[in-house]
């Protein structure tokens, strides 16, 4: 399950502006939306959170237990994070969001389409806990709202197709793979990132999988042409 940031993709500006606007309206200090890929099952999203965040979390591979989308996942109704306080694995995630000024007061509202197409939109609020249980009734019927709207937004849009067309490959297969179209044999780059040769052979691989392709040749020729490494 990998973890990919629509907003490098064109178009999503009226989305992070969206996101930017509900947060400045209702008082939310963060806020992000995210729907899950029918296809291969990655999570697609855009947030106002710190880039810093967001590849903190995303190299963790913190999407794969974060209890606020786990619980969200298999839910109908808002999930207030308060009640997900005593998890380990919200301990685990909101012990590090915490370094980044990130706060573990949030809400994740689940949004379920008609055709299986399942969103979320979760924001986060920095105040006491009696603050919050007095601050979350008063918004929790327009973030509803603002959810569906954004959800049928992003599902109508070109955005999702052009992610799902485009394989996301890691830094590290992408280091390798501009490697190897380098000349650089398995030994070499090995050598050169300091990482057995083994290791580069399960980067290889993964890389070959997500590009469709059969051989190793194949899988360069396809990354130069989608644009994700150069030729040398």
């Not at 008082?27 to 697609?44: E, K």
């Not at 237990?65 to 839910?75: I, M, N, V, Y």
């Not at 994070?81 to 994740?108: P, T």
């Not at 008063?138 to 599902?155: E, K, P, S, Y």
Request: proline letters at 4%; glycine letters at 8%.
């Amino acid at each position: 399950m990998a973890l990919i940031d629509l907003t490098s993709f064109q178009g999503n500006e009226k989305y992070d502006e969206f996101l930017v606007s509900l947060g400045e309206t209702l008082g939310f200090s963060h806020a992000s939306y995210a729907t899950t890929s029918l296809v291969t099952g990655d999570i697609h999203g855009f947030t106002t959170y710190p880039d810093e965040w967001e590849i903190h979390y995303a190299t963790k591979g913190m999407q794969r237990f974060d209890p606020t989308l786990q619980a969200a996942a298999l839910s109908v109704a808002p999930v207030d994070w308060q009640r997900l306080r005593e998890h380990e694995k919200f301990k685990l995630v909101f012990s590090d969001a915490h370094d980044f000024g990130i706060s573990d007061r949030g809400l994740s509202i689940p949004i379920r389409g008609p055709y299986g197409d399942f969103g979320l939109l979760s924001v986060a609020h920095e105040c006491s806990a009696e603050e919050w249980k007095k601050f979350l009734p008063t918004v929790i019927g327009d973030l509803q709202m603002a959810a569906v709207h954004l959800h049928d937004n992003v599902l109508n849009s070109d955005i999702l197709p052009k992610a799902l067309a485009r394989p996301t490959l890691s830094n590290r297969e992408l280091e390798i793979m501009q490697w190897v179209a380098a000349g650089k044999s398995q030994q070499d780059i090995g050598d050169i990132l300091s990482i057995s040769h083994r290791t580069v052979e399960v980067h290889i691989r993964s890389g070959r999988e997500k590009l469709g392709a059969l051989t190793t040749a194949q899988a360069v020729g396809r990354a130069i042409s989608l644009g994700l490494i150069h030729p040398s």
